[in-house]
């Protein structure tokens, strides 16, 4: 079962690339930036790693990333992310990036971007790991300068398939950025919202993810389980729900395996993701393997979340088709076997 996993083909929709440095890295990267750490080894950094829901998450998340200082080390954070999805089997990709967490250090748009983007050429050519960029916006932030880096996104738009929205959801709902992803839409940019576990109002900002800012996508959502017409019209409109297992057990104290088991059951595209792997010590295999051994979910299942993953990519039909192919044939072989 283990070896089915790990070598599964797999399509990771819900990875923040900050969320992928991991504490040696950071310590490389302090070291040469002349950052000072509070900490006096990468296993100093882990051991300080004390989160127990959103919020505390995200204040060690925003201080791990100040290392991050040129356009090498954005290359580097994201092409080592991609050798380790490569290892699990991941073979398309669709990152976040949070501009915002960098711009406001004095790190300018193209120093993060021109990292990022190098780094998926070479992995789509090195490691035939294929990508597409979605830029996030923090939510606890203001809309004018979410429209901001929307603007300075401008001149890099065929290099950003879409655009979500990240951060600290608390008094920062949905529909402050309406306008922003309205415009994102009329550039052509496909749109995401993070709807985090067990927020305050959590089931009515789904409901205007999907009704008033009409998403593509939906992350996290998981809590659309509450309201059976809001799960109806997740369904009719094919929406995928990018939920993240072992994130959870950090930010929402629970795995949600049975959650996503009834989502599979309702017909509504759940998927598995690793949300920031190096903070949750879980990279995508970990998470189906978390999903199996303490979710109990069967290997149809496991099957069903990664051919969801693929479907409701933004990947063209074609080389969606090909993907889900790939995915079959190797279920086929497994059986076989
Ligand atoms: N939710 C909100 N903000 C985040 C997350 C998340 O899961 N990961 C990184 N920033
Ligand atoms: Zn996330």
Redesign the pocket.
């Known amino acids: 079962m283990s070896e089915f996993i790990e070598k599964m083909p797999k399509c990771e929709l ?1 990875v ?1 690339l ?2 992928t440095l991991e504490p040696e890295h950071i310590f490389e990267l302090a070291q040469k930036n002349g950052v000072e750490l509070e900490y006096d080894s990468p296993q100093a950094v882990i051991d300080a790693y004390d989160f127990n829901d ?1 919020p505390s ?2 204040a060690i ?1 925003y201080a791990g990333m100040n290392v991050l200082q040129t356009e090498q080390d954005f290359y580097d954070l994201t092409y080592r992310y991609f050798e380790r999805a490569s290892a699990d089997n991941v073979r398309y990709v669709e990152p ?1 990036f ?1 501009p915002q967490g960098h711009t406001t250090r004095g790190v300018t748009f193209e120093t993060i971007i021109d990292g990022i983007v190098r780094a998926q050429k070479d992995a789509a050519e090195k490691l035939g790991v294929e990508s597409n960029l979605i830029m996030c916006f923090l939510r606890d932030m203001s809309a004018e300068s979410a429209m901001e880096h929307l603007e300075m996104a401008k001149p890099h738009l065929d290099k950003i398939i879409g655009v979500g929205l ?4 608390k008094d920062n709902p949905p529909l402050k950025f309406a306008e922003v992803f309205a415009k994102a839409r009329e550039w052509g940019l496909k749109l995401t919202m ?1 709807c ?1 576990v067990d927020q305050d109002n959590s089931v009515s900002n789904i409901r205007d993810v999907v009704t008033k800012i009409e998403v593509d996508r939906i ?2 959502g998981v809590n659309s389980l509450e309201d059976d017409a809001l799960c109806d019209e997740i369904v009719r409109r094919g929406l995928g729900l990018t939920v ?1 297992p072992v ?1 959870n057990t950090f ?1 929402a104290s629970s795995l949600t395996a049975e959650e996503i088991r009834t989502m599979l059951q309702k017909g509504m595209r759940a998927t598995v993701n690793s ?2 792997p190096a903070y949750f010590r879980a990279y995508m295999t970990d998470n189906f393997k978390a999903l199996s051994e303490q979710g109990g979910l069967t290997d149809d299942e496991l099957v069903q979340l990664s051919r969801n993953a693929f479907t409701v990519s933004w990947l063209d039909d074609a080389r969606k088709q090909s993907y889900i192919e790939a995915l079959d044939a190797y279920v086929e072989a497994a059986r076989a076997a």
């Open positions: 819900h923040h900050e969320g959103l998450f995200l998340y976040f949070d990240d951060s600290d959801e993070h985090d992350d996290h993240c994130s930010c949300d920031d």
